[in-house]
C-alpha cells in the first residue's frame, strides 16, 4: 500500500448492545429521517453511522452535477481542458429547462465560470455547455460519467445526462454517492472549494447556493442540492468539526426544508455521538528489532499507511494496542517486507490487525558476519534469550 493511503478500520461502532461494563458511551438509536434513502459516513473511514436504504437506486437529480465537476476536475488534471478555456455555449445549451446560470447562445464563457454555475447554480445550462466542451455531446461526456462511476467503484449509478434531469436509466444511490463525494473531496481540495461559496454572479444576475446548512451551520463546507418530481428533494451535505468530517446523503425528502432539517439530524448525531481517532500515523517507527546475517544489526518496524477508526465518543481510553513479530528476522529485508502485526482491541468487538512492516531495508551481511550471526543465535536459543531483543 503506498504512502499516505490511510489503513480504514471501518466497523468499529457501537450503536446498539454497548455493555455498561466496558465502556461509559451511552448512544442512542440514530435518527429516522422523512427521506427514502439517507447516509452518514465518517468520510476518514468510510465507516456508516446511520443508514437507511442506502444501496436502493433512485433518481439523484442535480446530485448528478457532483460527477459533472468531478469529470471537469478530472480532466482539468489530466490536461484535456484548463479552467481559461472559453466555452462555447449551443442552442442546446441555452435552452435548458429548469435551474439555470443564464448563459446566452453563441457566446464563449470562461470555464472557470460555468464551474461556479454548475456547483453553486445548479445550472443545467452550464452542464451542458461543460458536457459539450469536453465531449463534443452530452451523450459522449455521459459516457465518461459512467467510466469515472466503474472506476470508483459506483457498482448502483447509471448516469445518461450531465444535469439530473428525468430519466429512468438515470440513477445512483446514497452509498454511491457518498463514494463520489470523498473522491471529490479528497482528490480535488482546490476544486471542492468552490461548493463552499454561499453566491455566484454572472451576466449581472447574483444567486445563492442552494444548499441552505452553508448559511446556518459554520462547519458545513458542501455540497450540492437536487430536485426534480420523481426524485424529491434530496442534498449530499459535508461539515468538519475538529478532526472530523461527516458526510450526510439525504434523497427524497419532502422539501427544500426538509432536505436541510433531515441533513443536519444526521450531522448532529454524528458529531455528538462519535469521533475520529488518528491512532498511529504512516512511517511512524513503532520497534527497533534485531536483523541476523545484516549489514546492519537492527530494523525498524511502522505501518506503511495511518491507521484511523470511527469510534464511540469516550471509549479512547477503552483501546488496547499490541505488537507481534516474527520470531527471528533474517536478511535481506526490503522495505515494507511484512514482519509483524500491530493488534487493536477494542471492548466487545473482534481484534484488528494491522501489518507491521519494514521502515527500512537491510542487505545480507558477508560470509563471515553471516557465520558469526548464526553462532551468536544458536546461543540466544540454547540460553532462552529473546532473539529480536539481544
Not at 110 to 124: H, P
Not at 199 to 225: A, C
Not at 240 to 258: D, P
Not at 267 to 290: K, S
Amino acid at each position: 500500500m503506498s504512502k499516505g493511503i490511510k489503513i480504514f478500520v471501518a466497523g468499529v461502532l457501537f450503536v446498539m448492545g454497548l455493555g455498561v461494563q466496558a465502556a461509559p458511551a451511552i448512544i442512542p438509536a440514530p435518527p429516522q429521517l422523512a427521506a427514502e434513502g439517507y447516509l452518514l459516513i465518517d468520510a476518514a473511514t468510510g465507516t456508516p453511522l446511520v443508514e437507511f436504504n442506502a444501496d436502493q437506486r433512485l433518481p439523484p437529480a442535480s446530485l448528478t452535477k457532483i460527477m459533472t465537476s468531478y469529470v471537469a476536475a478530472k480532466e482539468i488534471e489530466r490536461g484535456i481542458i484548463t479552467v481559461d478555456d472559453e466555452v462555447a455555449v449551443s442552442v442546446k445549451a441555452w435552452r435548458m429547462e429548469g435551474s439555470r446560470m443564464f448563459i446566452q447562445e453563441g457566446t464563449k464563457v470562461r470555464l472557470e465560470d460555468i464551474l461556479r454555475g454548475i456547483i453553486v447554480q445548479s445550472g443545467n445550462d452550464a452542464s451542458v455547455a461543460l458536457a459539450e466542451h469536453v465531449a463534443g455531446s452530452e451523450e459522449g461526456f455521459a459516457d465518461v460519467m459512467n467510466q469515472y462511476a466503474q472506476q470508483l467503484g459506483m457498482t448502483n449509478t447509471n448516469f445518461v445526462n450531465a444535469t439530473g434531469l428525468p430519466d429512468e436509466n438515470h440513477y445512483t444511490t446514497a452509498n454511491d454517492l457518498a463514494r463520489l463525494t470523498v473522491a471529490l473531496i479528497n482528490q480535488f481540495p482546490e476544486h471542492y472549494k468552490i461548493y463552499s461559496e454561499k453566491y455566484f454572479t454572472y451576466s449581472e444576475i447574483r444567486q445563492p447556493n442552494r444548499n441552505r446548512l452553508l448559511m446556518r451551520d459554520s462547519s458545513v463546507d458542501g455540497v450540492k442540492t437536487g430536485h426534480t418530481d420523481a426524485a424529491g428533494y434530496c442534498l449530499v451535505a459535508s461539515a468538519v468539526r475538529g478532526e472530523m468530517r461527516l458526510l450526510s446523503v439525504v434523497m427524497g425528502a419532502s422539501s427544500q426544508e426538509g432536505r436541510a432539517a433531515e441533513s443536519q439530524k444526521l450531522l448532529t448525531y454524528g458529531f455528538r455521538y462519535f469521533e475520529t481517532a488518528h491512532l498511529y500515523r504512516a512511517d511512524e517507527a513503532l520497534r527497533q528489532v534485531r536483523v541476523w546475517g545484516g549489514q546492519h544489526q537492527t530494523v525498524k518496524l511502522g505501518l506503511s499507511a495511518d491507521v484511523v477508526m470511527t469510534i464511540p465518543k469516550g471509549i479512547r481510553d477503552e483501546l488496547q494496542a499490541e505488537i507481534q513479530i516474527q520470531n527471528e528476522i533474517h536478511a535481506p529485508i526490503e522495505k515494507g517486507d511484512e514482519l509483524g502485526s500491530l493488534i487493536i482491541s477494542v471492548p466487545d468487538k473482534e481484534d484488528i490487525s494491522v501489518p507491521l512492516t519494514a521502515l527500512n531495508g537491510v542487505q545480507q551481511a558477508g560470509f563471515f558476519a553471516r557465520i558469526w550471526d548464526s553462532i551468536l543465535l544458536f546461543f540466544v536459543n540454547i540460553s532462552g534469550g529473546d532473539p529480536l531483543e539481544y
